[in-house]
């Protein structure tokens, strides 16, 4: 399976902009720029969007995971905080918060930390990965 997604970028570096598109036209025309990534501004940015990878990935890694092991997931929700420094993507970590139906505390953090070892994403990033986990009991 591949899938793509297409930027075009317009002008100088602080002054241009640019518009990302996806294969599936979640992103259609969204648009980044210098103010975006390094100040504030409308639209995105590579690193935001790399953090909204790794979270969607992390979490159904960790459902795989569970469900695996036979438990029923009722809601996880994951975030993703990508630090970057002087060029350069530094680290990605993950909290989650988990309602899992009869787990106990310390079998869902080892399926925590597995899923952050091995979820496509975390193999993919060339970074320091960590993650916090918080289990909700019903």
């Known amino acids: 399976m591949k899938r793509n997604a297409t ?9 241009g ?19 975006t990534r390094f100040e504030s501004g409308n ?36 975030k993703c905080n990508v630090d970057f420094q002087n060029g350069s993507v530094v680290s990605s970590h993950l909290s989650v918060i988990g309602r899992v139906d009869d ?10 930390q597995k899923a952050e070892k091995n979820c496509p994403i975390s193999r993919l990033l060339n970074t320091e990965i960590s993650s916090h986990a918080t289990l909700v009991k019903n």
């Open 43 to 78: 639209g995105t940015n590579p690193e935001e969007l790399i953090a909204a990878a790794h979270a969607g990935c992390f979490t159904m890694q960790l459902t795989a995971y569970l469900n695996e092991s036979g438990y029923r997931v009722a809601s996880l929700e994951t």
């Open 7 to 15: 930027a075009v970028w317009e002008g100088s570096l602080k002054e």
């Open 17 to 35: 902009n640019g518009k990302l598109t996806t294969e599936s036209n979640v992103l259609s025309n969204t648009q980044y720029s210098y103010k």
């Open 103 to 112: 787990i106990s505390t310390e079998a869902f953090q080892e399926h925590v």
